[in-house]
Each structure stands twice: as C-alpha cells, then as structure tokens.
C-alpha cells in the first residue's frame, strides 16, 4: 500500500467518507485519493514523494502557481501581528479598494470566509432588498451547499450523482427554480410564470462545475435585460472566474454589469475567503445600515486579507492575463490534438485560465445535457492513466481544469507528450 491508501484508510474512520469535501474521495473517477504533503509552482507531492504537475490549483485559487514567495512573505509577515481580532483593520479597507478598482460593478463590498458564505448571504440580500422569495438558477451551476442553491446542483453533488441533496425542505426548496444555461427561453418561460416573484437571477459566468460551459452570445445580456424588465437582481457567482477569466473577471471579460458578484477563493491566495458586493443602494440594504442580517467572526481575516491582496496586486501584473490564456489555450488545443491523432472523439472548452475536456463526439459543447451524455467510461481511464504519468486533474467529469502562471513550457510539453502517451494507449 502506498502511504495515500493507508493515510486514506485510516482517515475514514475518523472522517466521513475520510475527506472534507466529497469530490477529494475520488469517487468521479474510482481508486484512492491522493493525500498531498506540499506544493510548489506548478507542482503538488503527495505523501509518497512523488511530483505531479497540478492542473487543480486547490480548485481556482492558485493562479500565481503554488506557494508564490509574494503571498507567503505576506502571511508570515502578518503571521508576526497576531491571527485574528474581530475587529477592524486597515487590510480590509485596502482589501475593499482593491476588489472594487479590479471589479468596477462592485460599489462596496463585504468580505466572508467561503464561497458558500459569499452566495448564501448574496442571496439573502437580494431576497430582502426586492422583497421576493424565488431565485432562479441554473441546472449544473453549483454555488455552494447553502439550502437554497443546493438543487440540481453541479460540481460534488453531480458528481455524486445528487445534484439535489436530502436534509433540505421541499418548502425551502421550492423557492428555487432551475433553467437550462445557454437557453435564454427556458428563463423567460419561469419569469412569464413568476413575473413578480423572482427575486434574483444567479449563474456563474463560465459555468465550471459541468466542466467548463461558456455562455453563449447573446446569453449573459439576455438575463440582464429580463432583470431589469421583471425588476429582478442579477447575481454573477465569480468564485470560480473572478480574477481568473479576466482581471476584471468573466464580467469584465463578456462586458456584463450584475446588481452583485460573489467572489471566492481566489481573492484570498489560499486562504479561506469569499466576498460579495455590488450596487451601493443594494449592500446598504445589510447590517449594520440596513436590515438584512449577515456577520461572520472571521471575516476579514488579517491573515486571509494579506494573502489575497499579495494575490491580487500580483495578478494587476501588465500582460499576465494574455500570458495566462495563450498557456491555457496550448493545453487545450495540445490534448485535442493528441486525442484526435489516435482517433479518440475529445471537444474542448477554454476561456482565460480555465478549461474543459469531453469526451463526445459532438464538435461544441454548450449545454448541460451534452456534458452528461459524453462517455463515462473515457474520463476515469484518461484519469488515471496521467495521474500514473505525473499529472494531476481534477477527479471528476465535471470539474474545469486550471492553469497557473508557474505552467511554464516546460510543464505544458511534459503534459502534452503525457496525453499523446495515455490516448495512444486507450486507442488500443
Ligand atoms: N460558487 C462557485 C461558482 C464555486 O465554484 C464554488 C466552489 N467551487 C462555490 C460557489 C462555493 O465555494 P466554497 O467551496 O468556498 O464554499
């Protein structure tokens, strides 16, 4: 047994399911999870002291490539003032400058400690601010495990094959309504039923937790037109693109303006953060200006806020974002190239720093039906076979896939020469 099986084994019987969030047990993909001891650039080790080149990123955030020396010397500095106050500082002022200089729709802004926190609370608001019970969100979009967005969600849920979890009351739950992403029709259908009902819209603007969706034209400003006809808000979930589709985020990069964005763990580096904000009128409409309640002991974390904002100076960097789409755009074209060469059927989605590989026939990938029909068998043995070849996807069908800036040519040629090696096989 390597030492991931007997830590993994020892872990489920203290842990559930031995892991803190579903997706790390592998079950998307069969066999036992890796356990990781470190991390560096472009690079994860597990507990056996092998390297794998890591396309995961801890799912988004490391965008600089792991352990980047700026956000390290930033949390040990910080590390040197004591760890938590519950009290204000001048990093959370900075912090909030900062958000709203790279996010121009975002007015003020409230910080948190998740992304589930971000749209939990985001939701919240809307509900209070329009007065109105319903929200509509996409079926494959996942936004966290809050109550309300927790059906026909995507990510872990999906991947487990639940993508609405038990525990959660059907009179909660049918407040949500789900449409189809990229088919504006299916929106305007529940808005003729709900005209003044609906609260909010809320969608990620690349829907990364069916794989990796982009909208299609015409899509994001469609929701933003019947917003404003039904007097509903529009919540763009940026946890996953902010900061990493565009420096103004995928709102910025599709030149669409929400009421409020979520924002997640990209904006703290590593650590645990999430935000949202948006229209001034709106975020005083919470506590303490205004009545909807929303808190959080450690929001705004010194710690948090250090590392995210070494983060998002670095990311302010001249050129970093063409740099980062050019090696996303290699990897994504490179592992259809290799697939179609042994007569493997592989699309692909990219945009920014993020990707999608399917295993389909069809040519462009762009609803949620298409990702759940491609060939279930494919993903787990493509898995596998570049996990034995060093390389480190995320464990699940319906996961995107991220690249970093420490992805040098020297990663992307060694991953590529991978693929070609792990397709060549599976064509056999
Ligand atoms: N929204 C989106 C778009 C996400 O991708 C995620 C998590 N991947 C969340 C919300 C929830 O964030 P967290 O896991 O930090 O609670």
Same mark, same amino acid.
């Given at each position: 047994?390597?030492?991931?099986?007997?830590?993994?084994?020892?872990?489920? #019987?203290?842990?559930?399911?031995?892991?803190?969030?579903?997706?790390?047990?592998?079950?998307?993909?069969?066999?036992?999870?890796?356990?990781?001891?470190?991390?560096?650039?472009?690079?994860?080790?597990?507990?056996?002291?092998?390297?794998?080149?890591?396309?995961?990123?801890?799912?988004?955030?490391?965008?600089?490539?792991?352990?980047?020396?700026?956000?390290?010397?930033?949390?040990?500095?910080?590390?040197?003032?004591?760890?938590?106050?519950?009290?204000?500082?001048?990093?959370?002022?900075?912090?909030?400058?900062?958000?709203?200089?790279?996010?121009?729709?975002?007015?003020?802004?409230?910080?948190?400690?998740?992304?589930?926190?971000?749209?939990?609370?985001?939701?919240?608001?809307?509900?209070?601010?329009?007065?109105?019970?319903?929200?509509?969100?996409?079926? /494959?979009?996942?936004?966290?495990?809050?109550?309300?967005?927790?059906? #026909?969600?995507?990510?872990?849920?999906?991947? %487990?094959?639940?993508?609405?979890?038990?525990?959660?009351?059907?009179?909660?739950?049918?407040?949500?309504?789900?449409?189809?992403?990229?088919?504006?029709?299916?929106? #305007?259908?529940?808005?003729?039923?709900?005209?003044?009902?609906?609260?909010?819209?809320?969608?990620?603007?690349?829907?990364?937790?069916?794989?990796?969706?982009?909208?299609?034209?015409?899509?994001?400003?469609?929701?933003?037109?019947?917003?404003?006809?039904?007097?509903?808000?529009?919540?763009?979930?940026?946890?996953?693109?902010?900061?990493?589709?565009?420096?103004?985020?995928?709102?910025?990069?599709?030149?669409?303006?929400?009421?409020?964005?979520?924002?997640?763990?990209?904006?703290?580096?590593?650590?645990?953060? /999430?935000?949202?904000? /948006?229209? #001034?009128?709106?975020?005083?409409?919470?506590?303490?200006?205004?009545?909807?309640?929303?808190?959080?002991?450690?929001?705004?974390?010194?710690?948090?806020?250090?590392?995210?904002?070494?983060?998002?100076?670095?990311?302010?960097?001249?050129? %970093?974002?063409?740099?980062?789409?050019?090696?996303?755009?290699?990897?994504?074209?490179?592992?259809?190239?290799?697939?179609?060469?042994?007569?493997?059927? %592989?699309?692909?989605?990219?945009?920014?720093?993020?990707?999608?590989?399917?295993?389909?026939?069809?040519?462009?990938?762009?609803?949620?039906?298409?990702?759940?029909?491609?060939?279930?068998?494919?993903?787990?043995?493509?898995?596998?076979?570049?996990?034995?070849?060093?390389?480190?996807?995320?464990?699940?069908?319906?996961?995107?896939?991220?690249?970093?800036?420490?992805?040098?040519?020297?990663?992307?040629?060694?991953?590529?020469?991978?693929?070609?090696?792990?397709?060549?096989?599976?064509?056999?």
């Amino acid at each position: 047994m390597t030492r991931s099986e007997t830590l993994f084994e020892q872990a489920k #019987k203290t842990i559930p399911g031995g892991v803190n969030s579903p997706v790390r047990a592998f079950n998307g993909v069969g066999g036992s999870p890796l356990f990781i001891e470190k991390a560096d650039g472009a690079y994860i080790y597990d507990a056996d002291g092998k390297a794998y080149i890591d396309y995961v990123g801890s799912w988004g955030p490391m965008i600089l490539g792991h352990n980047h020396p700026k956000i390290r010397a930033a949390v040990l500095a910080a590390v040197e003032n004591g760890l938590s106050f519950g009290a204000p500082t001048e990093l959370e002022v900075r912090m909030a400058e900062k958000v709203i200089e790279m996010v121009p729709s975002m007015e003020q802004v409230r910080m948190v400690s998740s992304g589930t926190e971000a749209t939990m609370s985001a939701i919240r608001l809307a509900r209070g601010f329009t007065n109105r019970d319903k929200i509509l969100k996409f079926e /494959g979009c996942y936004h966290g495990h809050a109550d309300c967005l927790l059906v #026909k969600a995507g990510s872990g849920a999906l991947t %487990l094959g639940q993508p609405s979890s038990p525990g959660i009351p059907e009179d909660f739950a049918k407040h949500t309504l789900t449409a189809v992403y990229n088919e504006l029709e299916s929106v #305007k259908t529940l808005f003729e039923q709900y005209p003044e009902e609906i609260s909010c819209i809320i969608l990620e603007p690349v829907a990364g937790n069916m794989n990796c969706i982009p909208p299609i034209p015409g899509f994001l400003e469609g929701l933003r037109a019947l917003c404003d006809q039904y007097g509903a808000l529009l919540i763009i979930d940026e946890v996953m693109t902010g900061f990493r589709v565009s420096k103004s985020g995928a709102q910025g990069h599709y030149g669409i303006t929400p009421d409020l964005t979520t924002l997640g763990k990209v904006i703290g580096g590593g650590m645990p953060v /999430g935000a949202f904000g /948006g229209r #001034k009128d709106v975020m005083q409409f919470i506590a303490p200006t205004g009545p909807v309640y929303q808190a959080g002991t450690l929001s705004g974390n010194p710690i948090a806020m250090s590392a995210g904002l070494a983060q998002m100076e670095a990311l302010c960097e001249e050129g %970093l974002y063409e740099e980062l789409a050019a090696k996303t755009k290699r990897i994504a074209e490179g592992f259809k190239a290799a697939a179609n060469k042994h007569g493997i059927p %592989l699309s692909i989605n990219y945009v920014g720093g993020m990707f999608g590989l399917f295993f389909t026939e069809e040519e462009n990938v762009t609803r949620f039906d298409q990702v759940t029909q491609c060939d279930a068998e494919a993903f787990p043995t493509f898995y596998h076979g570049m996990l034995d070849e060093g390389v480190y996807l995320a464990p699940s069908a319906y996961e995107a896939g991220f690249l970093s800036m420490a992805h040098g040519e020297k990663e992307l040629e060694a991953t590529l020469a991978a693929a070609d090696r792990v397709f060549a096989k599976m064509a056999k």
